[in-house]
């Protein structure tokens, strides 16, 4: 095990999902993608939630994004690698945006946690009207450039008005976000009556999970405060007045948790490994509906 030496955390006294004061042990997770510190998961007694506990607050989470490879940088396109990467990238927003938007006509569309920027400017090239909030700055600056409009810090948010947006996005985010009672209801307050919000999260009960375990990449600690999966999820958005209209799979996951969670295991013919553990996580999911990351579709009462 790694030696854990930690700045000052955060404890959660509550389950941010159902409340309750009862948890155990869940597991300790090293982070494998940057520190190598351990941190600690703890699970409802009650409702199952899984959340990383104690975690590093909003003033000292930054050292744990310190890495180039966080935000997906605009590779150049010289290389037989790069050209791989760019065409699975361009597939992969295509089918996002196909399920996110497939009971919508374009119209207004949010993006939070916009991160480089590629889902908000394929929205824009299909006719939508965009906005974006993204908290890491130097991607604030890139993406504003590049879709000629100003992104917005994630407190911003309350400057919407109230029944605004048709479609609001969160791909992978909502298990970075601190203040998750705050983003709920900011969320539900300026989605439109008919609109839809779309929660993409990693999946702990999928096949790729099981198999990986503790270097499972979609833990990702100590930058994941929260573990979710279908039942947890839907009864927290409830609270916010959120049903789930529809779960859609998310099939490229697989294959990309899968080869970050080789490289930590560091096993010799790791891409190999990979592409076959994200083939049988699918195939598996076709039975169980468990694929390595979940699209959830919302929609308010
Ligand atoms: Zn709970």
Redo the contacts with the bound molecule.
């Keep these: 095990m790694f030696h854990v030496k930690h700045d000052p955390m955060k404890v959660r006294n509550e389950?941010p999902?159902?409340?309750?004061k009862a948890f155990k042990n869940f597991d300790q997770i090293p982070d494998y993608f940057l520190t190598k510190e351990v941190f600690t998961i703890d699970q409802?007694e009650?409702?199952?939630?899984l959340f990383t506990n104690p975690y590093p607050p909003k003033e000292t989470i930054g050292k744990y994004y310190q890495s180039d490879l966080y935000l997906s940088h605009p590779k150049s396109a010289f290389s037989f690698l790069a050209i791989i990467y760019n065409l699975v990238k361009k597939i992969n927003i295509h089918s996002k945006y196909k399920s996110a938007s497939s009971k919508l006509a374009p119209g207004r569309v949010l993006d939070i946690g916009c991160g480089s920027g590629d889902f908000l400017y394929y929205c824009k090239e299909k006719g939508w009207e965009i906005e974006g909030i993204e908290p890491h700055e130097e991607a604030r600056v890139f993406v504003s450039k590049m879709v000629k409009k100003e992104i917005y810090n994630p407190d911003r948010i309350i400057e919407f008005p109230d029944n605004h947006f048709e479609l609001i996005t969160m791909w992978h985010v909502l298990e970075h976000v601190d203040d998750l009672d705050f983003q709920l209801q900011q969320v539900s307050r300026v989605l439109k009556k008919n609109g839809r919000l779309i929660l993409a999260l990693p999946n702990y009960q999928s096949y790729d999970c099981l198999y990986y375990k503790r270097y499972w990449a979609g833990w990702d600690v100590p930058r994941h405060l929260y573990h979710f999966e279908r039942n947890t999820i839907q009864r927290l958005s409830k609270r916010f007045g959120l049903i789930s209209e529809e779960i859609i799979p998310m099939r490229w996951d697989s294959f990309y948790v899968s080869l970050l969670s080789e490289k930590y295991a560091n096993h010799s013919f790791s891409f190999f490994r990979a592409m076959l553990s994200g083939f049988k996580s699918n195939r598996k999911a076709k039975v169980s509906g468990e694929y390595s990351s979940l699209l959830y579709v919302f929609k308010l009462k």
């Design positions: 389950c999902v159902c409340g309750s409802c009650i409702c199952g939630f």
